[in-house]
């Protein structure tokens, strides 16, 4: 006997991301760029960087990071009920797919084949030769992609 709660957003289009933080709170994403929260309240941030593909969020640092369709990612930092924009990394030839919070610091993997370290040095890793990382998952600091090249890719930093 699961209870199934309704949520009306102001403008939806497509929702196309979102993290659960808890049964009350949540944050998703559109395809226009949208990304909207219910954190003990109701606000939104609207993006100049078309449809998010990917949200993942730091409990410890309060933080947010963003996955775009127009070649981008973006670090947010939450606070007070609004959503400030830290950095915003465009250093992308294609889409970003996803981004995720790891121990060594938040990644970012897309179109391009690569995972991108979002730390100071803002590495790229080359992981797939043909573009497309298809499917990333992680344990702590180890990642496994597949990608349009038919590989499986493991990784550790």
Known sequence: NGEIKTRYPKDWKIATAAYIIDCDNYIVADSFGTICFNM????????DYG???????????????????FHVANLWKLNDSKLENIKCYKG????????????IGPITYGEDGCIHLLDESETIF????????????SIGDEVVTS??????KQFKQ
């Open 126 to 137: 080359h992981l797939h030769r043909i573009k497309n990382i298809t499917a990333f998952d």
């Open 40 to 47: 003990d309240k109701y606000f939104e941030k609207t993006t």
């Open 51 to 69: 449809t998010v593909f990917d949200i993942d969020y730091n409990q410890n640092t309060n933080e947010i990071i963003t996955a775009h369709e």
């Open 92 to 103: 992308y030839t294609s889409r970003v797919w996803g981004a995720k919070f790891l121990p």
């Open 147 to 152: 990608g349009q090249d038919g590989l499986i």
